[in-house]
Nanobody, 125 residues
Framework: QVQLVESGGGVVQAGGSLILSCAAS???????MGWIRQAPGKEREFVAT????????YYTDSVKGRFTISRDKAGNTVYLQMNSLKPEDTAVYYC???????????????????WGQGTQVTVSS
């Protein structure tokens, strides 16, 4: 059984930083991992993704230059370093794992096979 366990969420003031982590366990083929968030009353929004083999990353425009996604291949763990946080970053953040090869960017929900339970990030103004 594949499990993704997130940690690191919390409450932070605007301009502050948080680091999220997500550890994957179980039998899987890992091609990419990503972070997706959902704010209250809004649809899920792609945040960042990392190719598990070559480490290539991609970010949504609103977090470029502020967030950094990274991975620990040996530990099957993905991280999201979030700096210069803004109130509009407030959301539940989910990590996800893609088990299939895709030649493009793992931008959409349907690319991901497994999801974590989510961790709340609240940025106060």
């Amino acid at each position: 059984q594949v499990q993704l366990v997130e940690s690191g969420g919390g409450v932070v003031q605007a301009g502050g930083s948080l680091i999220l982590s997500c550890a994957a366990s179980g039998p899987f083929e890992n091609y990419a991992m990503g972070w997706i968030r959902q704010a209250p009353g809004k649809e899920r929004e792609f945040v960042a993704t990392i190719n598990w083999f070559d480490g290539n990353t991609y970010y949504t425009d609103s977090v470029k230059g502020r967030f950094t996604i990274s991975r620990d291949k040996a530990g099957n763990t993905v991280y999201l370093q979030m700096n210069s946080l803004k109130p509009e970053d407030t959301a539940v953040y989910y990590c996800a794992l893609a088990e299939s090869y895709y030649s493009g960017i793992y931008l959409y929900d349907y690319f991901y096979d497994y999801w974590g339970q989510g961790t709340q990030v609240t940025v106060s103004s």
